[in-house]
């Protein structure tokens, strides 16, 4: 678990946590937060390296794209998704919990 204060964050800016152990890339898009594993799934580059635009973030390492809602892979080179956290909005922080297990 991690927590942040909401003005740490900047709009479309990432920003990388840890969370128990895992490096986590936190976004904001305006009033909406998104928690994401920041290793890329293609080669191990840091998510929060990259560019975001839309709901989607950009590998800058080989240009994969991941959904920020999902944690899809949606552009190739990377095919994998990469795990969701669950984030709690309360006051002026938001705390990052604890990995989102996929449905199968
Ligand atoms: S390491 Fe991310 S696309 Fe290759």
Redesign the pocket.
Known sequence: MATLDRSSLQDGKPKKVIVDGHPVCVVQIKDEYFALGDT?S????SLSEGEVSGYKIE?W????EFDLRTGEAVTP??SASVPRYEIVESGDQITIKSRVEERK
């Open positions: 890329c293609h080669s191990d580059a590998c390492l080989h240009g994969a080179p990377a």
